[in-house]
Nanobody
Framework: QVRLVESGGGLVQAGGSLRLSCAAS????????MGWFRQAPGKEPEVVAA????????YYADSVKGRFTISRDNAKNTVYLQMNSLKPEDTAVYYC????????????????????WGQGTQVTVSS
């Protein structure tokens, strides 16, 4: 069992930045592919970014490409989402997710592919 705890959300003006963190209860996040998802009110969850457990492969949704960066520090059991140039449409609850995998290079972009989820952190971007 892996417990994930997100932090770093908050209220920011458009154009600002936030850095989300996802701390895992496991002694290491090695062998876990990680993803960040978000869900806005009245909308379906959507993948924002994903990363293989090695960190060598990443995916970004078109809507955040060039603005968001996913990174991980397996030794600290933490995954990050750096969000720059935030827009009001980025407002949502952001969740991190983890999936045990034997693949060093594969990332996962569907929510049903992940086994563990955090409780979410609210990000609100004002115009």
């Amino acid at each position: 069992q892996v417990r994930l705890v997100e932090s770093g959300g908050g209220l920011v003006q458009a154009g600002g930045s936030l850095r989300l963190s996802c701390a895992a209860s496991k002694s290491t996040l090695s062998y876990y592919a990680m993803g960040w998802f978000r869900q806005a009110p009245g909308k379906e969850p959507e993948v924002v970014a994903a990363m293989s457990w090695s960190g060598g492969s990443t995916y970004y949704a078109d809507s955040v490409k060039g603005r968001f960066t996913i990174s991980r520090d397996n030794a600290k059991n933490t995954v990050y989402l750096q969000m720059n140039s935030l827009k009001p449409e980025d407002t949502a609850v952001y969740y991190c997710a983890a999936r045990l995998t034997s693949s060093r290079t594969y990332y996962y972009t569907s929510d049903h592919e992940y086994q563990y989820w955090g409780q979410g952190t609210q990000v609100t971007v004002s115009s």
